[in-house]
């Protein structure tokens, strides 16, 4: 096993054994052999496209399995063994990409045994020059961030096959032979093809459940028995929802999935009560205390504890041993009556009264009453362009000296109190504008407003990204500037490969100086990062008071 795809890697290198995310070694070598799967349907659907004869299909199945080994997705052995299964069909039944294939579009194992040999010989080290192995992974890395939002556009009938057939193109380049440079232009390519998928997701989401409007989110629990429903899958929320009204039972978001409330399709339930808990590291404290079911839609799941596992119903692409999994029926449907029944025989939820918040929210005596603050949330491109004339007169009288985008990803390591820091060492001029789960290090904290602009702005879920994009724009063409001439900083924190991909939209779009943290990728090597710092400005996080003192000039 060697895997180095996120930012809590062991020992900041690779892990070897066990992951720290809790993978195994034979679950590892499970998803190596269904990327290299991936990557032989590819060869050949590309070859077939281009005669007009391909499988429309195979692009949606990899996207989905590239979601599946996306961190902290699916863990359970059975699943992936049934995807390979699913690949060999389908590859098979694609005819040949020529006289001579690579060995990813002809290899069948003969049994599991074959498959674990195979897990030894095709993995990330199996590409022996650094550089070149950093640069597809790094590829790949960003793909697994295309296949992610592309499930979720998809799972609410947005599709792209242009997106599929890039999927499937950059997929197939990394068994070939190319120049560094081929490859960097292959990678900023993914970073354009982020752009599009997440503005799919965004006309997804927005079409089908309307523009998101700044909302204030209860987090005190409710008297009734609850379902907590967590990652990113705002149509199973929904569905959910349809399938819990007058039942008894109260539905609350967690992590990732506290952005659905500013939704006005998600308002008009009122058995949506609120969300609870913060982001997916403390989950193991949050999803005990919650005594009532579980449901994740999407990453980031933690192996559970032997004392909830029981709660806890996966569905998607995410999976784990031993664990209730609820699948979608040819119809598209899933049925969640058995975890709805299971709910009504449990325990309303425990006040956490900020205890499962960790040590930050105290750190800064922001616990306040109960401890259970409100949350802002909603503050996507819609909702904030629709006050974009306040904001730019803010601007431009000085009362906003500058944005500081602080979105991306949280994560277990205690030097994450950075972020929470730093949010609290901005000037009162500034703004935050957050999306993705990075936000719970600062969304407990009352930051305050400028002239009734909150000076916490949280665009959404990390794809939600896409809403940032959108504000920065906005705010270049209304000041009649470039994009990095704005008064814009980014502090950006990572932990897996949906980030990656946000990153490389990012660059795509021209956007220079982002500061990355808390640790550089593994998989960027000594050669790749010098290209970004060279072309890109990227550079790691340090302290607080000079990250302060680069990115709010006059600090
Ligand atoms: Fe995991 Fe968080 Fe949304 Fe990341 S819950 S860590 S960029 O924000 O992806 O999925
Ligand atoms: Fe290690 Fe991260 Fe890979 Fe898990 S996903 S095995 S923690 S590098």
Redesign the pocket.
């Known amino acids: ?1 060697y ?4 930012e ?3 020992k900041g290198c ?2 070897t054994t066990m ?5 195994d070694t034979e679950t ?1 070598g499970l998803q190596d052999v269904l990327i290299y799967l991936a990557k032989g349907i590819a060869v050949r659907n590309c070859a077939a496209m281009e005669k007009g004869t391909g499988n429309g299909k195979a692009g949606k199945f990899i996207a989905e399995v590239l979601f599946a080994t996306l ?2 997705v699916n863990f359970d052995k059975e699943r992936f063994h049934a995807y390979i299964r699913e690949a060999i069909s389908i590859r098979d039944a694609l005819p040949p990409a020529g006289e001579i294939e690579p060995d990813a579009c002809t290899w069948t194992p003969a049994d599991d045994a074959a498959i674990a040999a195979k897990a030894g010989e095709v993995g990330v080290l199996a590409t022996a020059n650094e550089d070149v192995r950093s640069l597809r992974e790094l590829l790949v890395y960003g793909l697994k961030g295309v296949g992610a939002y592309y499930y979720h556009a998809d799972a609410l009938g947005y599709e792209d096959d242009e997106i599929t057939a890039f999927i499937q193109r950059a997929l197939a380049s990394t068994l070939q032979d190319l120049t560094l440079d081929e490859m960097v232009g292959i990678i900023l390519e993914c970073g354009g093809v982020g752009v599009r998928v997440l503005a799919l997701l965004d006309t997804a989401n927005t079409a089908t459940f309307g523009a998101p409007q700044i909302t204030m989110v209860r987090t005190a629990p409710g008297t009734r028995p609850g379902i907590l429903v967590t990652g990113h899958d705002l149509k199973d929320l929904h569905d959910l929802l349809e399938q819990t009204k007058g039942l008894g039972v109260d539905i609350y978001t967690h992590g990732e999935m506290l952005p659905a409330h500013a939704y006005p399709a998600f308002k008009k339930y009122g058995h949506l009560i609120g969300n609870y808990g913060g982001s997916w590291p403390f989950q193991k404290e949050e999803f005990e205390a919650f005594n009532g079911p579980v449901l994740v839609t999407t990453n980031c799941l933690v192996p559970p504890k032997e004392s909830y596992k029981d709660r806890i119903y996966t569905t998607g692409p995410v999976g784990f041993e031993g664990v209730a999994h609820i699948p979608e029926a040819a119809d598209g449907t899933k049925d969640f009556s058995a975890m709805i029944r299971h709910a009504q025989g449990c325990q309303p939820p425990k006040n956490l009264h900020g205890r499962a918040r960790p040590s930050w929210v105290s750190l800064f005596g922001e616990k306040g009453g109960d401890g259970n603050r409100d949350l802002i949330t909603g503050c996507a491109h819609g909702a904030v362009l629709a006050i974009a004339g306040t904001v730019i007169d803010a601007v431009k009288a000085g009362a906003i000296r500058r944005f500081v985008v602080m979105a991306g990803c949280d994560g277990r390591q205690g030097e994450r109190s950075y972020y929470t820091e730093f949010a609290q060492a901005l000037p009162k001029d500034t703004v935050i504008l957050t999306a993705g789960c990075a936000k719970y290090r600062y969304n407990s904290l009352d930051l305050g407003d400028i002239d009734g602009i909150p000076r916490l702005l949280d665009a959404g879920q990390c794809n939600d990204c896409y809403s940032l994009v959108v504000i920065a724009q906005a705010l270049a063409e209304a000041f009649g500037v470039g994009i990095n001439d704005l008064p814009v900083s980014y502090n950006i924190a990572w932990y ?1 490969q949906k980030a990656v991909l946000v990153l490389l939209a990012l660059l795509h779009l021209g956007v220079k100086n982002i500061t990355l943290g808390p640790r550089l990728p593994a998989f960027v090597s000594p050669g790749v990062l010098n290209v970004l710092v060279e072309n890109f400005g990227i550079r790691k996080n340090t302290t607080v008071a000079e990250d302060l003192h680069l990115m709010v000039p006059g600090n």
């Open positions: 096993m895997c180095y795809q996120c809590e890697t062991a690779g892990c992951g720290v995310c809790g993978k590892a961190t902290n897996e």
